[in-house]
């Protein structure tokens, strides 16, 4: 018996995707230009799928911070976070995400997966309850089966649907409920003040996942929960360095008085080794810079009207009334289409991500862009028109 | 063996989703028989919690292949309270 042979079917599936030109799941990015460019097999492209929402990537306080935390501390720290991996920077790092929370503890993870798994996995012990959205990120997934805990599931973003199983769980049991501020597929928010606020109501510990919102909901960024005044109801925010921040790490944040035990009770944080110092600096200085950023900000939320308004104008079908977040997602009517179309676009020079199940809700595929606080207005333009020429192009159906 | 009246609320709850019109039996498979998809299966699942007031945890559905396993599971929860 070959191992592989169960993942046939993954095998087949690939490969009946008309692609000619270019497979969505290989691109490689030969250049980076900017922020917003890259060159892709020789062709200058715009790139509208890279999460880099607040455009942090070349930021040039955290260029300079990772280039002499390069040159100060080495190129990685070879070792846990509870052993040798800590240095001054992992700690001003923490302290750093702590006072932009407004909040007494951070632990920072190698990963924002990670963080999750770790967060979640360690809360709910065996006997404890874990209530998520149906429409949860992959980490939320894997935490639930890393952990003990039984796992309860709600209908995305359904505050009735969630009140209605809280309502049937001990009253006494230990009760984590795991909600996302952004779901990062549609691009949707969450109704966090109703959910929140039914959470508490039933006694619940609550998490929040701001990997999606972080930099640009709230006055200062802090995502969905800031924005939407429910900050006081959230026990755990967790985060991630990946998307506004630029580079890669995750963190957690809370007033919890016993936060530090996590420290030695979450695997996911000292089984591995912590992140290079270059990364933690550039971190750091983005972070600080995000703080400052409003302008930034501003003109994010003008590029998803812009991008949201022009193709919703032009006849797509997207997932939200409204930009939600930086993330707008055209919805496509099946795979054949989506591949076609995706293939298409970035031959016009727009890359975007195509997404399918089961990153997607089931039975829905996307191409989904996410916009950046870089990108110029005219780039936006360029992307509204060169989807227009793309569903020409591949035969796609646009409402008039 | 879970009662007859279990199934029978049961398999009401899955005939609107039975496009192909499979026969309903105790031993009828959600994967292989009724073919159901991962959000068809999402949405039953969530029908059969507020039909019987319980909570069929995610943890416990990989083991729930056929009718009857979701309808002793169904019993069981419910004989806990």
Redesign the interface.
């Known amino acids: 018996m070959d191992l592989f042979d169960k993942f046939d079917p993954v095998v087949q599936l690939r490969s009946s995707l008309p692609f000619e030109k270019a497979d969505p799941f290989k691109v490689v990015m030969d250049e980076i230009i900017s922020e917003t460019e890259a060159i892709v097999e020789g062709r200058h492209t715009i790139l509208a799928g890279t999460n880099n929402y607040m455009g942090m990537t070349f930021y040039q306080d955290a260029v300079d911070a990772a280039k002499k935390a390069l040159d100060d501390f080495g190129t990685g720290t070879t070792g846990s976070r509870v052993l040798n991996g800590t240095y001054g920077g992992h700690k001003a790092l923490e302290a750093t995400i702590a006072d932009f929370y407004d909040m007494d503890h951070c632990m920072v993870f190698s990963t924002g997966y990670q963080a999750n798994l770790g967060m979640i996995s360690t809360l709910g012990g065996k006997d404890d309850f874990v209530i998520i959205d149906a429409d949860s990120h992959a980490s939320i997934y894997d935490a639930c089966n890393l952990g003990n805990a039984t796992i309860v599931r709600f209908k995305h973003n359904d505050v009735d649907h969630m009140e209605k199983r809280l309502k049937r769980l001990p009253e006494d049991a230990g009760k984590l409920v795991v909600v996302e501020g952004i779901y990062s597929m549609l691009g949707d928010a969450a109704p966090l003040k109703e959910m929140l606020e039914v959470a508490k109501k039933y006694g619940c510990t609550t998490l929040v996942d701001e990997a999606h919102s972080m930099g640009f909901c709230g006055e200062n960024g802090r995502g969905v929960a800031e924005a939407l005044g429910v900050e006081h109801l959230v026990d755990f925010y967790v985060g991630t360095f990946s998307k506004s921040v630029g580079t890669v790490g995750g963190f957690a944040v809370s007033n919890h008085p016993k936060f530090d035990v996590l420290r030695f009770v979450c695997r996911p944080y000292v089984f591995t080794a912590s992140l290079p110092p270059s990364v933690v600096a550039s971190a750091t200085a983005a972070i600080e810079g995000i703080k400052r950023s409003s302008n930034r900000r501003a003109h994010l939320w003008e590029n998803a009207n812009q991008l949201h308004s022009g193709l919703k104008e032009a006849g797509f079908n997207l997932a939200t009334a409204k930009a939600e977040s930086p993330i707008i997602a055209v919805q496509v009517p099946d795979v054949q289409l989506g591949t076609r179309f995706w293939e298409q676009l970035l031959l016009q020079g727009v890359y975007v991500n195509m997404a399918a199940p089961p990153a997607t809700p089931a039975g829905i595929f996307l191409m989904r862009v996410s916009v950046c606080a870089q990108h110029s207005s005219e780039q936006i333009d360029l992307i509204i028109e060169r989807f227009k020429k793309t569903a020409e192009i591949v035969g796609l159906d646009l409402d008039s | 063996m879970a009662q007859a009246e279990t199934l029978e609320t049961i398999n009401a709850l899955i005939t609107p989703l039975n496009k192909k019109g499979v026969s309903l039996k105790p031993e009828t498979s959600f994967a292989s028989d009724l073919e159901l998809?991962?959000?068809t299966v999402?949405d039953l699942v969530?029908e059969i919690?507020?039909e019987f007031?319980?909570?069929l945890?995610?943890?416990l559905l990989p083991d729930l292949e056929t009718i009857e396993h979701v309808a002793d599971a169904v019993e069981k929860i419910t004989s806990e309270g």
């Open positions: 998809d991962s959000l999402m969530a919690e507020d007031d319980i909570i945890p995610l943890n």
